[in-house]
């Protein structure tokens, strides 16, 4: 995830922000640059690659200023050049931006009506240009960035600099983590306390939809209803911010609400300007299998990805459990893919069982968080989830982009075997691009859920269902629930209920249902009657048709907005992350560090 600097100080704040970025190197970058306002006027330096590209140029190119914002940018729309690095600058505005712009295309024609014509392939311009459209029009620079935040659909984190306002930043988070820092007569942004723990021990959390007013007298903050917020300033220990939550209780808290920006950032990398961005090695055109080999929550994807494979590409495929798949030693065909997920690419099952297959298959597949890891330096193709530094122990958000990446290939093989239309293929792209702002929807189910979790949480067995591809999404739910909760959890696919599982079921057993109101609906509506028959408490998670046309009877619902029916499984993994959170919540447990488990599992 990129990185926000913003300072509005005493003494020269070139050094400053540079400093405050390498901070934020952790997050991963292949761009750099800072902007400043110097006896009125906006200047700005950037650079690709390492922070220490800039740093040189700032030695031959000094920038002189008092008030200033830097970015580190991970390449999404638009490739890794000067001109596509931020700050971005449109007239008298200064932009830096974390997230993503859903409808920046539609912006563009707007402003190209107006005579704006961006110079960078990136959706952040566009918010440069907005702001300096409604400028032209007579605004102040508040005004107009408060015009152009209601013209703004998507994730994000933004910064704005202005020519001529030496005294002046506006903030705003929606979806992306924002933080005001507190100095003596100078000011400060970061998008979190890394960034600003050297300059400040004070810090102000931007909550979901705020923006800011920053001047070095203090910060004016507003809700998402334009009303004046209040918002806590809180202490940090400066010495151990170097990974910090941001506001949340905790990290997995955190890394829930980023699943809208990091998605966005994996959507603009792989499916940028209408195109699916994968390597061409990738050819998945003559194939016989593919393979697919992981553990734990990375499993779970991978059978969701099952379902994509097959249905979209018409490609057979294989999973397996990490652990046990080179014991039994699986024949392999030549003519194949074999590949691995990994949020650390450090697995040690994992890692072996893409030993085993190297010299077996036609190509190595790595799909993993950390670009550097051994998974990926030993695979053919390595392929980033752009999920960002996750920390909490049950994974969330590397989960989400893990589905991303491997739908965008679904994609591709759908494409590469003739199965998928253009037609097709770009009603499947436009589905994937809508859910960001879905997600953002889903997490609005938070309190809700959390009133659920006080009940779910004196269960000793609770049951999750799902039919197609929400049949491993059950198992995902499942799992999280027992791994941070300790409460004893299973998931089953809703037809296999008759078949065993049904005998749990009394009024002591809470059931899970996930049922979007797809072709599958009817049959999974059928297997929950069967177990509000028996007394069962039925917790139905769907969408209002979902909802509207089968919701009697049951214990409690959770409306999510209606999703097209591949890619259901991604939306529905947030209220089935948030039950587990809230139900940990509730009963007391270490959600970020839960007992007997580690982040990375490197040994077998």
Same mark, same amino acid.
């Given at each position: 995830?990129?990185?926000?600097?913003?300072?509005?100080?005493?003494?020269?704040?070139?050094?400053?922000?540079?400093?405050?970025?390498?901070?934020?190197?952790?997050?991963?970058?292949?761009?750099?640059?800072?902007?400043?306002?110097?006896?009125?006027?906006?200047?700005?330096?950037?650079?690709?690659?390492?922070?220490?590209?800039?740093?040189?140029?700032?030695?031959?190119?000094?920038?002189?200023?008092?008030?200033?914002?830097?970015?580190?940018?991970?390449?999404?729309?638009?490739?890794?050049?000067?001109?596509?690095?931020?700050?971005?600058?449109?007239?008298?505005?200064?932009?830096?931006?974390?997230?993503?712009?859903?409808?920046?295309?539609?912006?563009?024609?707007?402003?190209?009506?107006?005579?704006?014509?961006?110079?960078?392939?990136?959706?952040?311009?566009?918010?440069?240009?907005?702001?300096?459209?409604?400028?032209?029009?007579?605004?102040?620079?508040?005004?107009?960035?408060?015009?152009?935040?209601?013209?703004?659909?998507?994730?994000?984190?933004?910064?704005?600099?202005?020519?001529?306002?030496?005294?002046?930043?506006?903030?705003?988070?929606?979806?992306?983590?924002?933080?005001?820092g507190h100095g003596r007569g100078e000011m400060y942004v970061g998008s979190d306390a890394i960034a600003l723990a050297p300059l400040t021990d004070r810090i102000t959390y931007l909550e979901e939809g705020d923006y800011a007013f920053v001047t070095r007298a203090g910060v004016?903050?507003?809700?998402?209803?334009?009303?004046?917020?209040?918002?806590?300033?809180?202490?940090?220990?400066?010495?151990?911010?170097?990974?910090? +939550?941001?506001?949340?209780?905790?990290?997995?808290?955190?890394?829930?609400?980023?699943?809208?920006?990091?998605?966005?950032?994996?959507?603009?990398?792989?499916?940028?300007?209408?195109?699916?961005?994968?390597?061409?090695?990738?050819?998945?055109?003559?194939?016989?299998?593919?393979? %697919?080999?992981?553990?734990?929550?990375?499993?779970?994807?991978?059978?969701?990805?099952?379902?994509?494979?097959?249905?979209?590409?018409?490609?057979?495929?294989?999973?397996?459990?990490?652990?046990?798949?080179?014991?039994?030693?699986?024949?392999?065909?030549?003519?194949?893919?074999?590949?691995?997920?990994?949020?650390?690419?450090?697995?040690?099952?994992?890692?072996?069982? %893409?030993?085993?297959?190297?010299?077996?298959?036609?190509?190595?597949?790595?799909?993993?968080?950390?670009?550097?890891?051994?998974?990926?330096?030993?695979?053919?193709?390595?392929?980033?989830?752009?999920?960002?530094?996750?920390?909490?122990?049950?994974?969330?958000?590397?989960?989400?982009?893990?589905?991303?990446?491997?739908?965008?290939?679904?994609?591709?093989?759908?494409?590469?075997?003739?199965?998928?239309?253009?037609?097709?293929?770009?009603?499947?792209?436009?589905?994937?691009?809508?859910?960001?702002?879905?997600?953002?929807?889903?997490?609005?189910?938070?309190?809700?859920?959390?009133?659920?979790?006080?009940?779910?949480?004196?269960?000793?067995?609770?049951?999750?269902?799902?039919?197609?591809?929400?049949?491993?999404?059950?198992?995902?739910?499942?799992?999280?629930?027992?791994?941070?909760?300790?409460?004893?959890?299973?998931?089953?696919?809703?037809?296999?209920?008759?078949?065993?599982?049904?005998?749990?079921?009394?009024?002591?057993?809470?059931?899970?249902?996930?049922?979007?109101?797809?072709?599958?609906?009817?049959?999974?509506?059928?297997?929950?009657?069967?177990?509000?028959?028996?007394?069962?408490?039925?917790?139905?998670?769907?969408?209002?048709?979902?909802?509207?046309?089968?919701?009697?009877?049951?214990?409690?619902?959770?409306?999510?907005?209606?999703?097209?029916?591949?890619?259901?499984?991604?939306?529905?993994?947030?209220?089935?992350?948030?039950?587990?959170?809230?139900?940990?919540?509730?009963?007391?447990?270490?959600?970020?560090?839960?007992?007997? %488990?580690? +982040?990375?599992?490197?040994?077998?």
């Open positions: 995830m990129c990185g926000i600097i913003g300072i509005l100080g005493h003494h020269e704040v070139a050094p400053q922000l540079v400093e405050a970025l390498k901070r934020l190197e952790y997050r991963g970058y292949d761009s750099a640059g800072i902007a400043t306002v110097n006896h009125g006027h906006l200047e700005r330096r950037r650079a690709v690659g390492k922070l220490a590209n800039l740093s040189d140029l700032l030695v031959h190119e000094p920038l002189p200023g008092k008030s200033g914002i830097g970015h580190t940018r991970w390449a999404t729309h638009g490739a890794a050049t000067v001109v596509n690095a931020h700050p971005h600058i449109s007239g008298r505005v200064a932009v830096v931006h974390n997230g993503i712009i859903e409808n920046f295309r539609e912006l563009r024609t707007e402003l190209a009506e107006a005579g704006l014509i961006p110079e960078s392939q990136t959706d952040t311009e566009t918010v440069a240009m907005l702001t300096r459209m409604f400028m032209d029009r007579g605004l102040s620079p508040r005004e107009a960035a408060e015009a152009t935040l209601k013209k703004l659909e998507g994730a994000f984190a933004l910064l704005w600099l202005f020519d001529g306002e030496d005294d002046l930043m506006i903030a705003a988070r929606r979806g992306s983590p924002l933080a005001i004016e903050i507003f809700d998402a209803a334009d009303r004046r917020a209040n918002r806590a300033q809180v202490r940090i220990d400066p010495a151990s911010a170097r990974v910090e +939550k941001a506001g949340y209780k905790h990290f997995m808290a955190k890394e829930i609400a980023e699943q809208p920006v990091v998605l966005g950032d994996a959507l603009a990398h792989y499916l940028p300007e209408d195109r699916i961005n994968l390597p061409e090695t990738l050819d998945f055109t003559d194939l016989d299998r593919l393979t %697919l080999v992981a553990c734990g929550t990375a499993f779970y994807a991978c059978s969701v990805a099952k379902y994509w494979f097959e249905q979209i590409a018409g490609l057979p495929c294989e999973i397996d459990v990490a652990s046990e798949f080179r014991y039994r030693e699986p024949p392999l065909p030549a003519k194949s893919f074999a590949v691995f997920v990994s949020q650390s690419g450090e697995t040690a099952d994992t890692l072996a069982a %893409l030993r085993y297959c190297r010299e077996r298959v036609e190509r190595t597949v790595a799909v993993v968080n950390v670009a550097t890891s051994s998974i990926a330096r030993e695979s053919d193709v390595a392929l980033p989830i752009l999920a960002g530094v996750e920390v909490g122990v049950a994974s969330t958000k590397a989960f989400t982009c893990q589905l991303l990446v491997l739908a965008v290939m679904a994609l591709k093989a759908g494409v590469d075997r003739g199965r998928l239309t253009p037609d097709a293929l770009a009603a499947h792209v436009e589905a994937l691009r809508h859910l960001p702002g879905l997600m953002n929807a889903a997490l609005s189910l938070a309190p809700q859920i959390g009133k659920l979790a006080e009940q779910l949480s004196q269960a000793q067995d609770i049951l999750f269902l799902g039919r197609g591809s929400m049949y491993p999404l059950a198992l995902e739910g499942a799992l999280k629930l027992k791994e941070i909760s300790y409460i004893h959890a299973e998931g089953y696919a809703a037809g296999e209920l008759k078949h065993g599982p049904i005998a749990l079921i009394d009024r002591t057993v809470p059931v899970i249902v996930l049922a979007p109101h797809d072709r599958l609906f009817d049959k999974t509506v059928s297997n929950m009657q069967e177990v509000m028959a028996r007394h069962g408490k039925v917790l139905l998670i769907s969408d209002a048709r979902g909802i509207a046309s089968a919701s009697e009877g049951s214990w409690a619902t959770l409306k999510l907005p209606e999703v097209p029916e591949p890619f259901a499984p991604i939306l529905y993994a947030l209220p089935a992350q948030l039950l587990a959170y809230h139900t940990a919540i509730a009963k007391g447990t270490d959600v970020d560090q839960p007992r007997n %488990l580690a +982040k990375s599992v490197t040994v077998e």
